[in-house]
């Protein structure tokens, strides 16, 4: 597992729904925030007899021969199918290297199964605390509310949907196993925030975990090709031109149910080895800003990597990258210079209730 995993640079928590300055630096610095204990205990486990009670149906439906039901609300706004934690990273070794640009559209047969708009489902990025964290870090009255939920689960022992579609690491995690979202969307900058609602027991290394490499967002915003996001690789620029850029040793996010995490849309991530007896739950969910339309058609997100975070605006550097004075990852400073070393954010816990 890796080294860093027990201690998360950038994992701090969100007391009453707020991040401090100190929390909004680490944020502009590591691409990522955790939210421990975020989601009150009745929303996610509502959230999560949702999801067994659909399992559920399917099984039956499956032993009866009657095919896979499928829930209401398909994800009418794209929310259920773009692209979040997993839709990219991994091997497999026993099916030979997948790229980590993913193959989009390859997934299970239930994939639409739990219905994007459920209100059990988007419940999850609606609560109080969260949506407070939200619109801190997209402004007062910025995020557009049109999201809805996408179900992740990965089985033990299987080829699930995910791992099938390089999706997720069989058994390890390189330095060349990331994609960003855009990568594999075919557009750079593609929403503004993913937040991710955990939803069984990730504590330890190894459980599916989301892997997220600190700092990248600023290296794949500068690399990354506009308007397709594509990332130069060692012969080029497509698929089958060459492995990635080795970004180094990722961070597993070691979560409990009721814990989320919020990461900017350009963060390289992957999602991590499964080795554990149980099925792993998550819930993502891709937020924008409401003008982040006519960001795009302004080509803003071209050279801005955070102008549709209007709460990290007083935290950046005069390049719009890291804070003046804070120490950044290595080769990730502001847009073209390079330097500094990581430091790592002392994760505070939520106040006793």
């Not at 925030?33 to 975020?38: A, K």
């Not at 026993?94 to 047969?109: I, K, L, M, N, T």
């Not at 099938?164 to 690491?169: H, I, T, Y």
Request: aromatic share 6%; net charge negative.
């Amino acid at each position: 597992p890796p080294a860093a995993a027990a201690s998360a640079a950038a994992a701090v928590a969100a007391a009453g729904g707020r991040l401090s300055d100190e929390e909004l630096q680490a944020f502009v610095r590591d691409g990522y925030v955790v939210l421990r204990g975020i989601v009150p205990r009745e929303v996610w486990a509502t959230a999560k007899a949702y999801i067994n009670g659909r399992l559920g149906t399917l099984a039956a439906a499956g032993a009866s021969g009657g095919g896979v039901a499928t829930g209401g609300g398909s994800g009418e706004d794209g929310a259920g199918d773009d692209g979040g934690e997993e839709e990219a990273g991994g091997r497999e070794e026993e099916q030979g290297a997948v790229d980590p640009a993913g193959r989009a559209h390859e997934r299970h047969s239930f994939h639409k199964a739990w219905g994007s708009s459920s209100w059990q489902l988007v419940a999850l990025g609606r609560c109080a605390p969260v949506a407070r964290v939200l619109e801190q870090l997209v402004g007062p009255g910025a995020v557009d509310l049109h999201f809805g939920a996408q179900v992740a689960l990965r089985f033990p022992g299987i080829r699930d949907d995910l791992v099938a579609a390089g999706a997720a690491v069989r058994s390890r995690v390189t330095g060349r196993d990331w994609h960003t979202d855009g990568l594999r969307q075919g557009r750079k900058h593609p929403f503004t925030l993913l937040l991710g609602v955990c939803l069984s027991e990730q504590s330890e290394p190894d459980q599916g975990n989301l892997c997220i490499w600190p700092g990248s967002h600023h290296f794949s915003h500068r690399h990354s090709r506009w308007p397709d996001g594509k990332i130069r690789r060692a012969d080029g620029w497509d698929s089958g031109e060459g492995a990635l850029p080795d970004l180094g040793e990722p961070v597993q996010l070691l979560l409990r149910p009721g814990d989320a995490f919020v990461a900017h849309s350009e963060i390289a991530h992957c999602g991590g080895p499964l080795l554990g007896p149980e099925i792993r739950y998550m819930a993502y969910f891709r937020i924008k800003h409401r003008a982040w339309r006519e960001m795009l058609e302004q080509e803003r997100f071209r050279t801005e990597l955070f102008c549709d975070l209007e709460g990290v605006a007083h935290m950046l550097g005069h390049d719009g990258g890291c804070p003046p004075g804070a120490p950044c990852p290595e080769g990730v400073r502001g847009r073209d210079a390079s330097g500094g070393a990581e430091a790592a954010s002392a994760e505070r816990r939520p106040s006793p209730a």
